[in-house]
């Protein structure tokens, strides 16, 4: 027995074989067992689904002509073929996104419990695949694999710039191959509303158009000097949907409300708190608000989520609610009459009652809201007034919470009232900020759940998101500048969790590689 060990260590070794060889995967999956070298496919593959895991291998098939053509596999070697088998197996549990996959000489083997674990079996075995010239070599290896968090999101801003339906799809792509299952769409802002809305053609005639734009900073003077914009129709948004669910991807579509909404009311000015006509800005500046007392307005709301949820089967529409401006709502008097009609405290708490508002709506039509923490109703921002956050109303419960500024007692309160919560702190989630401010190990090093949060309300955070605010990156390829390597992190620690930053970065390497083949703009020095 000794002696066949001995053989069989001296053989691996003379192959490169070795237990701490760096395996390409990100994120980490729960466990992995290394069970021999790597070996060379010389004739291709073949697949075989179980008709429950059909749609995954759609996913697999144009891959497998690639790697067949890469290998020069025949017909005439089909027996020779390595057999990769798609199993439907109820039994291995964690979840639907669980998956377990085998490689040995012999054949693949990959299950699941339903075609989203198959489909990110299939995304594993995409990554463990080395390709040198002609020849493709996979690890003899062992995974069994599920999320830490369900929630695995990326937020991409297009008020700011629109990108585009191509680019999407590409980004799309890259996601699902990190295990990114949320694709958090910042639709609408103070700079450009993206969505079609057939009720209100003003929203996209000119509330997708900016005349110009600031470059150089908040405080900057200087502009680009060029006009830019556009939007999406809705069929091409089913489109994107569409593409997006084969790749376990749902989309959540986000509708600022009621602040960060000047791009709406320059389209219609009946819509502000100011009552004046204004036009898109063309600076990092919200001009005016939803004028939330007046029932125009809110049928205006209505009619627009009524087409937002009839195109986006996600069960949950994010509302926005961030830095409403509170100075000029403390002034208005219809904000004053309508704080007296509802017996309310203060800026704050109006927002409460129209949120909660909101949330019944959506509620009535199967929906949940979803909105950034300024809903609770706390002061987060230090240059507001604490006058305007006396609050008495409460949130409704079934909100799910996306925190992303604030102290720990804040989101731990949140998590101790019972509410669903995605944390993206900003320090260490928004993809925006530069590499000095926050470099990958920053990002890796983040906890979703904060420490000290007891052990019975950490099920409230639901997991965690990246979020791309885009305001001073106008083409796409800045906007793979400030996504990529970083995202990968925030990937690893939403399914894997928290791990060991020097083994991340040397897989980090090798999954860079492919990014590099495919043409993405990304600081490789960054990935240290
Ligand atoms: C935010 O960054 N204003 C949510």
Avoid at 130 to 158: C, H, V
């Amino acid at each position: 027995m000794k002696l066949v060990s001995l053989i069989v260590m001296l053989l691996t070794a003379h192959i490169g074989y070795s237990s701490d060889q760096v395996i390409k995967v990100i994120p980490y999956p729960q466990q992995l067992k290394i069970a021999g070298p790597y070996f060379t496919v010389n004739n291709g593959f073949s697949i075989k689904a179980d008709q429950q895991m059909r749609d995954a291998q759609f996913s697999l098939e144009p891959m497998v002509r690639e790697w067949n053509t890469l290998t020069g596999s025949t017909l005439k070697k089909r027996s020779k073929v390595l057999p990769i088998q798609l199993i439907y197996d109820k039994t291995i549990g964690n979840g639907p996104e669980a998956y377990q996959l085998s490689i040995k000489k012999a054949g693949i083997e990959i299950r699941g419990s339903s075609s989203a674990g198959c489909f990110y079996g299939i995304q594993t075995l995409k990554q463990l695949l080395t390709k040198n010239g002609n020849t493709i070599s996979l690890p003899q290896i062992k995974i069994i694999d599920y999320p830490k968090f369900a929630w695995r999101s990326y937020m991409l801003d297009e008020s700011r710039y629109f990108y585009g339906k191509d680019f999407v799809l590409r980004m799309l792509d890259e996601l699902a191959a990190l295990k990114i299952n949320k694709f958090h769409w910042h639709l609408t802002d103070d700079p450009g509303w993206r969505i079609e809305i057939k009720k209100y053609p003003e929203l996209t005639r000119v509330g997708a158009y900016r005349k110009d734009s600031q470059i150089g900073g908040r405080k900057s003077e200087k502009r680009a000097g060029i006009p830019h914009g556009g939007f999406y129709t809705q069929d091409q948004i089913r489109e994107i949907i569409q593409y997006a669910s084969k790749l376990n991807i749902e989309i959540i579509p986000e509708i600022e409300m009621p602040g960060h909404s000047s791009a709406a009311i320059a389209s219609y000015a009946w819509l502000g708190m100011k009552g004046k006509k204004i036009e898109v800005p063309v600076d990092f500046k919200s001009l005016d608000s939803y004028n939330i007392t007046k029932p125009e307005v809110i049928q205006f709301i209505h009619d627009v989520l009524d087409e937002v949820c009839n195109l986006f089967p996600s069960k949950i529409i994010h509302i926005g609610g961030d830095e409403v401006q509170f100075d000029s709502w403390a002034e208005s008097a219809d904000i004053q009459a309508y704080m007296k009609q509802y017996n309310l405290n203060s800026p704050a708490d109006c927002q409460i009652h129209f949120t909660n508002a909101i949330s019944n709506y959506l509620a009535a039509k199967g929906k949940r809201m979803m909105g950034w923490n300024e809903i609770l109703g706390k002061n987060i921002h230090e240059s507001a007034k604490a006058s305007d956050f006396v609050v008495k109303s409460t949130l409704a419960e079934e909100t799910i919470i996306h925190f992303w500024k604030g102290d720990v007692g804040l989101i731990t309160e949140a998590a101790q009232k019972g509410y669903s919560i995605v944390n993206s702190l900003h320090t260490q989630t928004y993809l925006d900020y530069n590499y000095k401010t926050t470099p990958l190990k920053k990002m890796y090093q983040f906890m979703p759940v904060p420490s000290g949060l007891e052990a019975k309300y950490q099920k409230n955070i639901i997991g965690v998101g990246a979020q791309m605010w885009t305001e001073w990156t106008p083409t796409y390829k800045d906007v793979e500048y400030k996504t990529f390597p970083r995202i990968a992190a925030i990937a690893e620690i939403g399914w894997t969790g928290s791990g060991d930053y020097e083994d991340f970065v040397s897989r980090l390497k090798l999954i860079g590689e492919g990014w590099i083949e495919k043409g993405i703009n990304f600081p490789t020095e960054e990935i240290k």
